[in-house]
């Protein structure tokens, strides 16, 4: 008997709670309180059965029902007659309907969409892997001793089992490299961690963009053909490029790209410290021993890798100085994208 009435009461207020209008609350009234035909006296003059024992237990139940059931519908009506229009007042059907504000893409997002967009043009699939790694595929796998700075404590995110937040998406390639057999050719977008102070041009999460093309007789060429095609896409047909010798533990020979000042022309000017240049990314061939980690012979396949930051190029396309905007959710700084 307790389960009906519990049974009875869910089905009460969810009816009385949904009631649109005077009339469909007359109806559960009617339904449920009702004096002849009402479920409750239904209830009621069922108790005449029960044992004796268990009548108070019942009584007290549909007791505290009818109550509660009486206040709910007195509040749904008050509710009722409050939203009702005044007497004399109709509602204007003519006019127009309320319109919920629609979003648009993160330019964050937008610049991601628009990188991997070029890449996919020149047959790179997009890649993704998880934001928590083994030590060997951020580290050891990519041919970084284990006394290099970059994994000291200060330098990257440990978790107290050992693992590591990726402080690169160059642990995306290793996964590819590990999962198949050349050729590959993949552009790795996703979130990165460092615990870097936060300032104008630092954050501990930021987005970075790595490719991989792995094949047999890949060459220095092949990197710097396809790296200038991006930035003209990207940038412009005006943006001249150059590459710059640098030292990475996973590519040799490294190189890092430059691109001419967008915003002076090349003449020179504070963005790009009066050089006429501004470092967009860092570039080499992948390096042998990477190849050794993911099972691949070095004298049988040859590859070139390179990575950017997503926030330092929407930083550049669109003239940002400050990468914490991204992250502010400042609708005024959002709608200009």
């Not at 268990?54 to 029902?65: K, M």
């Not at 790595?210 to 990207?234: M, P, S």
Request: with cysteine; proline share 6%.
């Amino acid at each position: 008997m307790l389960d009906r009435i519990a049974k009875i009461r869910a089905e009460a207020l969810s009816e009385i709670a949904s009631a649109a209008g005077d009339e469909a609350l007359g109806v559960a009234r009617v339904k449920y309180l009702g004096k002849n035909s009402g479920a409750l006296k239904a209830l009621f003059a069922e108790m005449a059965r029960l044992a004796p024992g268990d009548r108070p237990a019942v009584g007290e139940a549909l007791n505290n029902l009818r109550e509660e059931l009486a206040g709910k519908l007195r509040e749904r009506g008050d509710a009722l007659a409050a939203a009702a229009p005044a007497p004399g007042e109709r509602e204007d059907v003519t006019l127009p309907g309320a319109r919920r504000p629609i979003g648009h893409v993160h330019p964050l997002y937008q610049t991601i969409e628009e990188i991997t967009g070029i890449f996919a043009k020149l047959g790179f699939e997009v890649a993704e892997g998880p934001e928590v790694e083994t030590e060997r595929n951020n580290f050891d796998a990519l041919n970084i001793p284990k006394d290099h700075p970059s994994r000291d404590a200060f330098a990257t995110f440990y978790t107290a089992d050992g693992f590591v937040l990726r402080s690169q998406t160059s642990t995306v390639q290793i996964r590819l490299m590990e999962s198949r057999k050349p050729p590959i050719r993949a552009v790795a977008p996703g979130r990165v961690f460092r615990p870097d102070a936060v300032d104008a041009t630092h954050h501990y999460c930021f987005h970075q963009i790595e490719g991989l093309f792995v094949d047999r007789n890949v060459t220095l060429q092949n990197l710097k053909a396809t790296l200038n095609h991006f930035c003209i896409a990207f940038f412009g047909d005006r943006i001249r490029t150059r590459f710059r010798p640098h030292f990475f533990p996973f590519t040799e020979p490294s190189a890092e790209m430059d691109i001419s000042c967008i915003f002076c022309g090349a003449a020179g000017c504070p963005v790009c410290k009066h050089t006429g240049w501004i470092e967009i990314l860092g570039s080499g061939m992948v390096h042998p021993a990477v190849f050794e980690a993911v099972g691949y012979s070095p004298k049988e396949y040859a590859g070139f890798a390179f990575g950017m930051g997503a926030e330092r190029i929407a930083m550049l396309k669109h003239g940002i100085d400050d990468i914490r905007l991204f992250l502010d959710n400042d609708a005024r700084f959002l709608r200009q994208f």
